[in-house]
């Protein structure tokens, strides 16, 4: 079954991520890079994956190499995909992969995924891992999923508490112009300077009733700034 996606590309001379259309094929012969992957070794400490099912996808190697229409799962926690080819879980970590993009099988929803080290940061945001491209064009929206170890607490005298370690995942959103990424800011005015808003768009936002911290309405303010270059 052919399933149309679009493909990312990471091209520096046209700073900005775009995505020319593309195909993920089920791959029913499996080899070449995915064979040379180490299987899964299973641990017994909590992790979160990015999605509970298996997603068919592709993933894009930091070599150049790619690996087509396999099942995928991200773990955030130890920021690796998991691939499973042939009845076999193998295991990519996360500094070997430049790219990757997954289909939700139930919504038919495109999900593309670009590694950090791909943008440039600033000393307060250093971040490992991978942000979700949400959107192309001049400005892009990107998510990153952040997450929180949680110690055991439980308290036999109250009877209260986890008795186990709990991981809580978060989510953060960054602002990429020219591969330079800045943090969402909060407040509408520091948003504004970020994206240096037009008296055009603030009334734009104004008439909508959209704001800044609403993910969807976000996207609709970029959308509509990305559409006036």
């Given at each position: 079954?052919?399933i149309v996606v679009l493909c990312i590309i990471l091209a520096q001379s ?52 790619k690996a087509k229409g396999y099942p995928l799962r991200y773990d955030i ?153």
């Amino acid at each position: 079954m052919l399933i149309v996606v679009l493909c990312i590309i990471l091209a520096q001379s046209y700073a900005q991520l775009r995505y020319p259309t593309g195909a993920i094929n089920v791959n029913t012969s499996p080899g070449g890079i995915v064979e040379e992957i180490k299987p899964l070794i299973e641990a017994e400490e909590i992790t979160v994956y990015l999605t509970d099912n298996w997603w068919l996808g592709n993933v894009h190697f930091e070599n150049g190499k790619k690996a087509k229409g396999y099942p995928l799962r991200y773990d955030i926690v130890n920021d690796q995909i998991e691939i499973k080819t042939s009845g076999i879980v193998r295991v990519a970590p996360g500094r070997m992969v430049q790219a990757f993009e997954v289909i939700n099988p139930t919504t038919g929803q495109l999900r593309y995924f670009v590694r950090s080290n791909s943008f440039r940061q600033n000393k307060e945001i250093i971040k490992d891992g991978f942000f979700e491209v949400l959107n192309e064009g001049d400005i892009n929206v990107l998510k990153y999923f952040d997450f929180t170890r949680i110690p055991a607490n439980y308290n036999p005298a109250l009877d209260v508490g986890s008795r186990t370690p709990t991981i809580e995942t978060k989510e953060e959103f960054y602002l990429s112009q020219d591969f330079q990424i800045s943090e969402l800011p909060r407040k509408k005015r520091d948003f504004y300077e970020l994206v240096d808003m037009t008296e055009k768009f603030k009334n734009l936002i104004k008439e909508n009733g959209w704001s800044h911290k609403n993910e969807k309405e976000l996207l609709k303010i970029i959308e509509a700034i990305n559409n006036s270059h």
